[in-house]
């Protein structure tokens, strides 16, 4: 499928600190705003999803303001080491020169966070203190706008960062005893990119050759896959797998189907590294697997930069050349290269892979009791489920009726937190559904 540009009107939610810390970041109360509501801001983080379209929006963006005659730039914070002047990807470093030696404003986007935190914890303060030297004389003039997967941002050491290189204005005060709010803070402004509406899905359907818009949005909603459809990424895999079969199936099948169109080049004739693939498949569920278990999410490269917090392939996959493993970590499973690292694309395919994983382990002759470990353990005399390994857990029990009646006895809601519960035989249903409405009616008695 050829890539497209679909120009659409993206909406931002305002973000507020949880707490002092800012250990989580949730909605807030405000109206969604468009980017000519925020583009006058001095300083903003823009918090997406992968795959939701946080560098098409602010690399377009970016060119919709320099073609009004303004100062623009995007540039990738990856980039921003000591020749800064190559790191330009909308304008260029003379206009940057001539725009530090006027008295105008310019508006740069930085992207990303996340990606620049991959090779070393200082790469992103590394970028910012150059980023801020370079522009130090004309700060105040400067409006940055600075992306972000909401997992990357460190919330109050990287707003700290910001503050110290990038400041704007006159030095915010320090908190009253007791004040934990930061929402009066005007220095950074928060917003997450919103997802595509329902007519936003049909308009880029429509762009990538669907002709019958309507049926495949309503194909969509019937599947319970509107969050999925919602980031610009997935919704190229969803209408791959609609022109591909005319339909879409339940949650569970669309995964499965995507995850194979995925790996499919890989064991086509025509594929400069060709792999069986069973053993393609088998190469993946095993690297979801190693992430769920050690909560790394990131994965080397064969000839890249490894550390103990990263995940080595060639550990893992035993009897695969480093070419076989390049190639797989370059499938669109995966997010794309950055210091010689990817992590997976999508965290429900990574977690359904990991599932196959387990699933595969457990039908192993002897391996069941050591792999049921993994999911359950026993604390104070009652059965628990491991929290780690919760998510893989809720597409497991579609794979394994021994361990779906297990975490059903245990925790009957966990259905409902993930997998696909339409795919859970009717009578399972049915008893899951008694046993969470006994449990809610006990503990309003209690």
């Known amino acids: 499928m050829t890539d497209k540009i679909v120009e659409l009107i993206r909406r931002f939610t305002p973000m507020s600190p949880r707490s002092a810390e800012w250990d989580f970041l949730m909605t807030g109360t405000g109206k969604p705003q468009r980017w000519h509501e925020i583009e006058d801001a001095f300083r903003v983080l823009i918090i ?182 919602e980031r610009p990424f997935d919704l190229k895999a969803l209408i791959r797998v609609w022109i591909a079969d005319h339909k879409l199936g339940s949650r569970f099948e669309v995964l499965q189907r995507m995850i194979a169109l995925q790996l499919a080049p890989l064991s086509s004739p025509m594929a400069p590294i060709r792999c069986d693939a069973a053993k393609v498949r088998a190469g993946a569920q095993m690297l979801a697997g190693a992430v769920m278990m050690t909560g790394k999410a ?32 370059r499938t669109g499973l995966f997010d794309d290269i950055v210091y010689t690292s990817v992590r997976f694309r999508h965290r429900e395919i990574r977690e359904l892979l990991s599932a196959e994983w387990a699933n595969e382990l457990l039908n192993r002759p002897g391996q069941r009791p050591r792999i049921e470990d993994l999911f359950f353990r026993d604390r104070y005399g009652e059965t628990v489920i491991v929290p780690r390994t919760r998510p893989t857990l809720t597409w497991l029990i579609l794979l394994d009726d021994a361990v779906r009646d297990r975490a059903l006895e245990i925790a009957p809601e966990i259905a409902t937190e993930g997998g696909d519960p339409s795919r859970l035989p009717l009578d399972v249903r049915q008893r899951m559904l008694t046993q969470i409405v006994e449990r809610i009616a006990t503990r309003r008695d209690g």
Do not use: M
């Open 48 to 229: 997406a999803d992968p795959g939701a379209g946080k560098t098409f929006e602010a690399q377009a963006r970016a060119r919709r303001i320099k073609e009004r005659g303004r100062h623009a730039f995007f540039i990738r914070i990856e980039k921003i080491d000591g020749n800064f002047e190559q790191a330009f990807e909308v304008g260029t470093s003379d206009e940057f020169t001539t725009w530090l030696a006027s008295t105008d404003e310019a508006w740069f986007f930085l992207d990303s966070v996340d990606e620049a935190q991959l090779e070393t914890p200082r790469a992103l303060e590394n970028a910012v203190r150059i980023f801020g030297t370079r522009c130090h004389a004309a700060l105040d003039r400067a409006r940055i706008f600075i992306t972000s997967r909401e997992d990357a941002w460190r919330a109050l050491p990287d707003q700290t960062l910001i503050e110290q290189h990038l400041p704007h204005g006159e030095p915010v005060p320090a908190e009253r005893d007791g004040d934990t709010s930061r929402d009066s803070d005007p220095s950074l402004k928060l917003f997450r990119l919103a997802g595509l509406s329902e007519d936003e899905i049909g308009l880029f359907a429509s762009h990538y050759g669907v002709s019958d818009v309507s049926e495949f949005v309503d194909a969509v909603k019937r599947a319970n896959l509107l969050q999925l459809a």
């Open 298 to 329: 990131v994965i080397c490269l064969p000839d890249g930069v490894h550390s103990p917090d990263r995940i080595d392939p060639r550990v893992l996959l035993e009897g695969w050349s480093d070419d076989e493993i390049d190639a797989l970590l």
